[in-house]
């Protein structure tokens, strides 16, 4: 089983910028890639973006050249540094630990985008 711990959201105005921070402890070796979820009020939940194991990438056309994903390994860690941010990214944001059969979720975090 693995266990995530977000952290980093918060209140911010329109074009401002937040990094996402979820770190993965317990059976690491089960995760083949780690992603970030949004799930914005009265929408269904999304993919935001996508990291696998050997460094692939890939995002969402709403937050492509906007947002990054990235990780340090040594830290178990996942960031997500979301810039120009929109009133639209307004959504909690969960990390999600992808194996080959399971898929392991964190808590979540808010993220309130003010125009």
């Known amino acids: 089983q693995v266990q995530l711990v977000e952290s980093g959201g918060g209140l911010v105005q329109a074009g401002g910028s937040l990094r996402l921070s979820c770190q993965a402890s317990?059976?690491?070796?089960?995760?083949?890639?780690m992603a970030w979820y949004r799930q914005g009020p009265g929408n269904q939940r999304e993919l935001v973006a996508a990291?696998?194991?050997?460094?692939?990438?890939n995002y969402a056309v709403s937050v492509k050249d906007r947002f990054t994903i990235s990780r340090d390994v040594a830290k178990s860690t996942v960031y997500l540094q979301m810039n120009s941010l929109k009133p639209e990214d307004t959504a909690v944001y969960s990390c999600?630990?992808?194996?080959?059969?399971?898929?392991?979720w964190g808590q979540g975090t808010q993220v309130t985008v003010s125009s």
């Open positions: 317990g059976s690491l070796f089960r995760i083949n890639a």
């Open positions: 999600a630990a992808v194996g080959s059969r399971t898929v392991e």
């Open positions: 990291i696998t194991n050997d460094g692939s990438t």
